[in-house]
């Protein structure tokens, strides 16, 4: 049988108020179209679902059985389509985001607190790991994009990369290295002194490496950190001497707890991107949120 779905809908109704014109009612259709509906069911069925009299119907002993079942499948969906409906105004809806510390702290934070003003209906899972892994839990499906600060040019065969902006790394000592401050340093220079950075197998060292990479040999960090936002307040004890995202040092150069180091040979800029799976396509909330961030970008 291939029961037109409209004919299952009224029989839910007239089930639910026992009432004809309450169905109608319900529907949004006359009295008759509901008769002819349940009508046009019982011989699509070759039986009998409802008992007719002055006060109303009521179910047969098989309508009743079939009821049961009925409403359960039409509950089941009247609430997707429901869910749909919400998730297509934005007033409900999951995004999973990938955000590294970096664009947390200095880019992101804000964006995502007037995203959710304007929609608190969706909830916002944020993930936090390095950059490596999060790259990988968006190839493997687990999160819908990520922000991410990656170095410039960075491209991958089944990665979607959209710049939004990017920033300058600094290098930063504290008190303890006066004596290098308002000289022009080279790397080589700095590379025989104590230096401060992230842990292996990040981008953040990947890119200290890359700025020191004409030193020979090539300095090894005196103290390895989990995560940047240890880099000023190590520096800041006299502990080393540290390349750090410029927001990150904002504070502590204002307040002359930090300096900057001038530097002969160029810093190369990091991009911060958005980093979607090529052939996907995120849920309308994620959308949403992309066209948000990209309009807010611009």
Known sequence: MSVNFDFYRTFYYVGKYKNITAAAKALFVTQPTVTHAIQALERELNCSLFIRSQKGVSFTPEGAVFYRQIAAACETIFEAEQ???????????????????????????????????NHPGIRLKLFNASTPAMLEEVLNGHMDFAVLVLNSGYCHDELLVTRLTDFQDIMIAGPEFSFLCGRTLSLKELSGLPLV??????????????????????????????????????????????????????????????????????????EICLIQKKKTSPSIAGKAFIQYLLSDNR
């Open 83 to 117: 869910n749909l409906e919400a998730a297509k105004n934005l007033s409900e809806g999951l995004i999973a985001i990938g955000a590294s510390e970096t664009t947390l702290h200095h880019y992101l934070m804000p964006i995502l607190a007037d995203f959710r003003r």
């Open 197 to 270: 950075s992230l842990e292996k197998n990040t981008l953040t060292r990947r890119h200290f490496e890359n700025v020191f990479k004409d030193c020979d040999p090539l300095p090894e960090p005196d103290i390895e950190l989990a995560t940047t936002d240890l880099i000023v307040p190590v520096v800041e004890n006299g502990l080393g001497i540290g390349l750090v995202p410029e927001p990150f040092a904002r504070e502590s150069l204002s307040g002359e707890r930090v300096f900057r180091l001038t530097i002969k040979e160029p810093v190369p800029r990091r």
